[in-house]
């Protein structure tokens, strides 16, 4: 008769070992009889031969044909079934009764799960919680535990550990996985937390505050380490090791404190290179190679990152245009890049590398990104103490000291770093009057806006010949000046430009009557009307001013046959150093 099922069962299943491994050397063996293959035999030592343990001869495997002592596991294992009626087998305890209490717990785990589809208990929770890992993985496999539960026994460095692989896996860059993981690991350390359950918002908040304290993090390096946890605790619920998103509210504090970045001007770009050419080595970089560095960076927009990643292959040409080429995974977008450079600055890298090979980097020598931004200070220091010094007197020196030229942190609160050379590289095509869209594509960026607000941002000394294109707006005593009717000198160049009221009072040129189409020859609204704009003489005879609504743009500025198409045509800017309107 089968023995009835009482909800467990425990037991230790054998080991097998090679004899001579598992006996001492003096131990006697039961000879093995071929004719009663399955009589027991034993293998037995020390004194009236009482210490003995089971033997049999192994039928196949390598130890095929060998004597094999049966030995008994340390660790018991219990039997029972799960919500399927399925007898299952789960290692617990090497001590009887801990195996025992386990067992009944699992017992009682699995019938409340029959009961209400999960567990529910809370004191049963708590309980599983407290059992081995493996326990729990074996749980998880039987539907009785969530993913979760068997998670959160983990220590979070091997969650960590887990998440840096899944990043990798995913096609993500070294050094991107390397910087969360280290933001993640420093935040975890400054909380002290050991276990996912540990994460809560006000520690997470108040181990980035710390952070701030002793490391002075801005508020956009404080978002970043923010960004990073979040990202590591959605991975996480992704991946059911967690239940829910522990850190929901956690939202990255509001930038108020960002520096931006400035352009260096043309003659601030000479002078930095021409530091760095003459200057010693840096940070393990000798001038030459910093200088044309520079050059690069100037020349192609190149972020620092692909400037690293540029191999004497990347060198190319596109018909008559000397190109630089990177594949996509050492873009910043993703997206491979083909940057037109200007021919000298090809020329000049073609002797850099000389005779490289093809998968030589043209600037191996670059140092890492900090000690880059280092770099790049020294050599403006050493620039703007070459200028102090041309000083001629000591008067200029002083007023030169004053200024902010090739200073790394400038009046207005901007600061110039090594990616301000990207800045100048749109800035140089501003001052060239190249189209905003041409700008854009040169920059590769994917919105308009962001090359046109954040990226060159003109200064005054280059918005100062800007203003030279803006009409003169002279009163009637100055323009009296401008005829010669003073000793004052007249301009010549200076366009003969009077204000309305002068002509009107002049007796001057009749103003053309233009509709608001454009078209000449309608009469004006003074015509029209006469008594609504006021009449044309006053009580004592005289002839009275003109209503400036009836001058037209050509009797107030000389100007013959002009006339006003649109109000875009009115309101477009006029491009630096032209009378064209600009796209910018």
């Known amino acids: 008769m089968r023995r009835k099922w009482t909800g467990f069962r425990l037991f230790k299943p054998a080991r097998y070992e090679p004899v001579v491994d598992a006996v001492p050397a003096d131990a006697v063996i039961d000879p093995f009889d071929p004719t009663a293959p399955e009589r027991r035999r034993f293998a037995r030592w020390g004194s009236d031969d009482k210490q003995r343990i089971p033997v049999i001869r192994a039928k196949k495997g390598k130890h095929a044909g060998a004597d094999l002592a049966v030995l008994p596991t340390a660790t018991w294992y219990a039997e029972l079934k799960d919500g399927r009626e399925k007898i299952r087998r789960v290692p617990l ?95 975890l350390a400054s909380c002290r937390a050991q276990r996912l359950a540990d994460l809560t918002v006000d520690r997470v908040l108040q181990a980035v505050a710390d952070l701030r304290g002793e490391k002075g ?29 522990v850190l929901i509210g956690l939202d990255r504090p509001q930038v108020t404190d960002e520096r931006e970045r400035d352009t260096l001007a043309p003659d601030e770009q000479n002078r930095l290179i021409a530091a760095a050419q003459h200057g010693p080595v840096r940070r393990g970089m000798e001038g030459r190679d910093r200088a044309m560095l520079y050059r690069a960076g100037l020349g192609s927009g190149f972020r620092l990152g692909e400037l690293r990643a540029l191999m004497v292959a990347s060198l190319g040409a596109d018909g008559d245009t000397a190109t630089l080429s990177l594949p996509a995974a050492a873009t910043k977008n993703g997206v491979a890049a083909v940057q037109p450079i200007p021919d000298d600055l090809a020329a000049a890298l073609r002797e850099h590398v000389g005779l490289k090979l093809p998968q030589s980097r043209v600037f191996p020598t670059i140092p890492p990104t900090w000690n880059v931004s280092r770099m790049f ?30 200073s790394d942190r400038r009046h207005n609160g901007k600061i110039l770093c090594f990616h301000s050379l990207r800045h100048s590289y749109v800035g140089n095509l501003k001052r060239g009057n190249v189209g905003l869209m041409s700008a854009m594509v040169l920059a590769r960026h994917s919105d308009p806006r962001l090359t046109a607000r954040r990226y060159g941002v ?43 009221s002068s002509l009107a009072q002049s007796g001057g040129r009749r103003p053309t009557p233009v509709d608001s189409g454009g078209r000449s020859g309608v009469p004006s609204a003074a015509q029209k009307t006469p008594a609504r704009l006021g009449k044309t003489a006053n009580s004592s005879g005289k002839q009275a001013c003109a209503p400036v609504a009836q001058l037209d743009r050509a009797s107030v500025f000389g100007t013959e046959g002009y006339r006003f198409k649109s109000c875009r045509a009115r309101s477009a800017p006029l491009a630096l150093g032209t009378g064209r309107p600009s796209s910018w």
């Not at 403006?380 to 000291?401: F, K, S, V, Y």
């Open 458 to 500: 003109l200064g005054l000394r280059d918005l100062a010949g800007a203003i030279k294109c803006l009409p003169s707006f002279a009163t009637p005593a100055e323009a009296g000046l401008r005829e010669g009717t003073t000793d004052t000198p007249v301009n010549a160049a200076d366009p003969p430009v009077v204000l309305a």
């Open 93 to 187: 305890f090497t001590d009887r009764r801990a195996s025992a209490t386990a067992a009944e717990l699992l017992v009682a785990a699995v019938a409340d799960v029959q009961v209400s589809g999960r567990l529910t208990d809370a004191d049963l929770i708590k309980r599983v919680a407290m059992l081995p890992e493996r326990v729990r993985v074996k749980l998880v496999t039987w539907g009785i535990l969530e993913p979760e539960r068997v998670a959160g026994g983990r220590t979070i460095a091997a969650h960590l550990a887990d998440w840096h692989a899944a990043l990798l896996n995913r096609g993500t860059s070294r050094l991107q996985c390397d910087l969360v993981r280290g933001r993640v690991e420093r935040l």
């Open 377 to 406: 200070k020294a050599d403006l220091l050493a620039a703007r103490d070459t200028w102090l010094a041309e000083a001629p007197t000591d008067a200029a020196r002083a007023e030169r000291e004053q200024s902010d030229f090739l």
């Open 217 to 245: 993090l801005s508020d956009r390096t404080s978002g970043f380490y923010i960004a990073s946890i979040l990202q590591f605790v959605r991975w996480c619920v992704r991946d059911r090791r967690l239940g829910e998103n």
